[in-house]
């Protein structure tokens, strides 16, 4: 991470709009101006659209990794809540010695251990920190206790980070069964390491489970962190995918319905084996797509063909679309949801491969598991698991030959592992998609659309992943309606994780920062247009009279061209009334983008905006320095003839007001 050192260098990129006359006469006064100069050229007729961008380019996908749900986006700020695994010597810190206090599995509230406290020789009582407090909220808490001798009560104690005493609460005395205590406070001043404290008084035995604390406003909404929640809605995703990723293979989505105290503890064990109460669950993922706006995409647990195996997952479908009136829609409206979600996009496992499948056994898969989906609803949308890096056209061409006619999408993944490659991985990917949507063109199933469900620069999450993501998804806009819906991965993660694997949010139990691709994708998807106009990659030497460039486009000779240097494509808005051009410079030295825009009216005082991001190639944000990667935005007037100046490794979004003809 870095700090305000010097090394982070944000500067502002020049767009300078010139008309073909200020070319040539440029060209008779000096001409040798534009030696050693290089130029893309961006021919934008808005009278030829060569098709469609799906808005589903710019998905998200939300998996259970890194602490991105549980101690990430879900509320709750008790860690280990139940005693389950090794949570209590993980999260809990005792505060009485012996037998005093201890874990136990006799009758525990909810799983298979519970806290057991033992006053009356000495003090008896847990404490953990790290909670984040803030004036001006309450904070609801609750816990589960049963005194099986004597006679105690409960005392809950909130100190600040140096241990001094700001609430005592007693929530109610417990009885013989287990019964559920509540208590609530506040607190006057910000606290970012504070701790809590549960001490059993009196004679006798208490047996805690299932502790809770949250801020009441995120308890009522979702549950869910408010700046992670805004952080993830300022992306506007079309559309979510959940809960894996790997994670759906081992995900028991009976386990996370119903009253959360009643879930069941399931150690993450693909991720970290930290524990998961499954308080993020089914009814609480779609209260997220709700909010954000956003479709629904299930991704089913596939691992066999077994009647159980299939009925297991296929439930799930019934419960997320049956009506009130059935068994699965009645448990739903049991569970506060009578109306049915609607889910239309289902995803038949993830990444098989790494379970031992082949293409041939995973294709078997898709067969029984597509046809149970389109037997209860054909016009749901299957998805299934293409290869999982772009090198693998095997893969896919097998499942597509055996089990096309049982799926819709077919979901590719493409993670870039080398970081120096933040612009090579572009050209490998794109030309596996090419190859790929040739070949589906030709086979048994055209209809069948290719889909990028995880990707990204996986190893970075400085600069370099802005540019490889603004290189990404201007690949996934010229590819057009052949690409069906992308979600780059991953999503979330807490700062305290394993750095391996890196994201677009990055998250303490206070704050977070946003990794360089959040940025990008950002300002993308508010710059997103449906009709693609143009598309331009690479860069020529330059010329004396650039008009050449674009009168002569269809036979003049490119002078040098180099591949990945630049990349640039225009979109236009349905109403027509905006021209997008979206442009990268992958470069360590500057670049010029040429464009000129025809068709439309654009006349030498078109009103335009330019939104531009340049950074040093090693340049991150950080908790301390959030906006350390940031967008420039400059009102100027614009032409139909462009010259668009790009710093080195740079991003650029000119957005363009069309004139009535």
């Not at 206790?145 to 909130?158: H, Q």
Request: proline residues 5%.
């Amino acid at each position: 991470m870095m700090k305000s050192s010097g090394i982070i260098k944000i500067s502002i990129l020049t767009c300078v709009v010139l008309s073909l006359a200020w070319f040539n006469s440029l060209a008779q006064v000096n001409p040798g101006n534009n030696s050693g100069t290089r130029v893309g050229v961006l021919l934008v007729d808005t009278e030829r659209q060569p098709g469609k961008i799906s808005e589903s380019v710019y998905g998200h996908f939300l998996e259970h990794i890194n602490h991105s749900v549980v101690d990430g986006l879900y509320a709750e700020q008790v860690r280990g809540q139940g005693f389950e695994g090794d949570d209590f010597a993980t999260y809990w810190e005792p505060l009485g010695q012996g037998d005093l206090v201890s874990i136990t599995g006799d009758d525990p509230g909810n799983g298979e251990k519970c806290l057991q406290l033992k006053p009356g020789k000495g003090r008896s009582a847990v404490s953990q920190g790290r909670f984040f407090f803030e004036p001006g909220n309450e904070y609801l808490g609750s816990l589960f206790t049963r005194s099986t001798d004597g006679s105690v009560r409960v005392v809950v104690r909130i100190l600040d980070g140096s241990g001094k005493l700001v609430k005592q609460l007693s929530p109610a005395r417990p009885g013989k069964s287990w019964q559920k205590a509540e208590f609530s406070f506040t607190v006057a001043e910000s606290m970012s390491d504070a701790k809590i404290e549960i001490e059993a008084k009196g004679n006798g035995t208490l047996h805690v489970d299932f502790i809770s604390v949250m801020n009441a406003e995120t308890k009522a909404t979702g549950p869910f962190r408010p700046d992670l929640l805004k952080a993830l809605g300022d992306l506007r995703a079309p559309f979510i995918r959940w809960p894996g990723g790997s994670y759906a293979t081992i995900y028991k989505w009976k386990e996370g319905i119903g009253p959360r105290e009643s879930r069941i503890y399931n150690p993450n064990t693909f991720w970290g084996n930290y524990s998961d109460y499954y308080g993020f669950g089914t009814d609480e993922f779609m209260s997220l797509c709700r909010q954000m706006g956003s479709e629904p995409l299930i991704v089913l647990p596939a691992t066999g063909t077994s009647a159980e195996e299939v009925k297991y997952a296929i439930d799930w479908v019934h419960y997320l679309n049956d009506g009130p009136e059935t068994e699965w829609g009645k448990l739903r409206a049991a569970n506060g949801h009578p109306e049915p979600y609607g889910v239309r996009y289902f995803q038949i496992d993830n990444e098989p491969m790494n379970n031992g499948f082949t293409p041939d056994s995973y294709a078997e898969i898709v067969n029984v598991f597509g046809s149970a989906i389109r037997s209860i609803d054909p016009s749901l949308k299957i998805v299934a698991c293409g290869q999982k890096r772009s090198n693998d056209l095997n893969w896919s061409q097998k499942v597509i030959e055996i089990a096309g006619g049982n799926f819709d999408i077919l979901g590719c993944h493409n993670y870039e592992y080398e970081p120096e490659n933040y612009q090579s991985g572009i050209t490998r990917i794109g030309d596996y998609l090419e190859e790929l949507i040739f070949y589906i063109s030709r086979s048994k199933y055209p209809d069948i659309k290719p889909a990028v469900l995880e990707w990204g620069l996986c190893r970075s999450y400085d600069w370099k992943a802005g540019l490889h993501a603004a290189g990404s998804l201007m690949l996934y806009e010229r590819l057009g309606d052949d690409i069906e819906m992308t979600c780059p991965a991953l999503l979330m993660r807490n700062t305290t994780d394993d750095p391996t694997w890196t994201a677009f949010i990055y998250h303490d139990h206070v704050s977070w920062f946003p990794g360089a691709g959040y940025v990008i994708e950002k300002l993308f998807r508010e710059n997103y247009a449906p009709n693609l106009l143009a598309t331009a990659s690479g860069t020529f030497s330059d010329i004396p009279d650039r008009s050449v460039f674009f009168d002569e486009i269809s036979q003049m000779k490119p002078e040098d061209w180099q591949p990945g240097t630049m990349d640039a494509v225009a979109t236009m808005t349905e109403d027509k009334k905006w021209i997008i051009i979206k442009a990268v410079n992958y470069e360590g030295k500057s670049n010029t983008l040429l464009a000129e825009i025809r068709g439309a009216t654009v006349d030498k005082n078109t009103q335009a905006s330019i939104y531009t991001v340049s950074a040093d190639i090693t340049a991150s944000a950080s908790i301390e320095v959030p906006d350390a990667i940031k967008v420039i935005e400059k009102k100027i007037v614009c032409g139909e003839n462009i010259e668009l100046a790009m710093e080195p490794y740079s991003v650029a979004v000119l957005k363009i007001r069309t004139t009535e003809k």
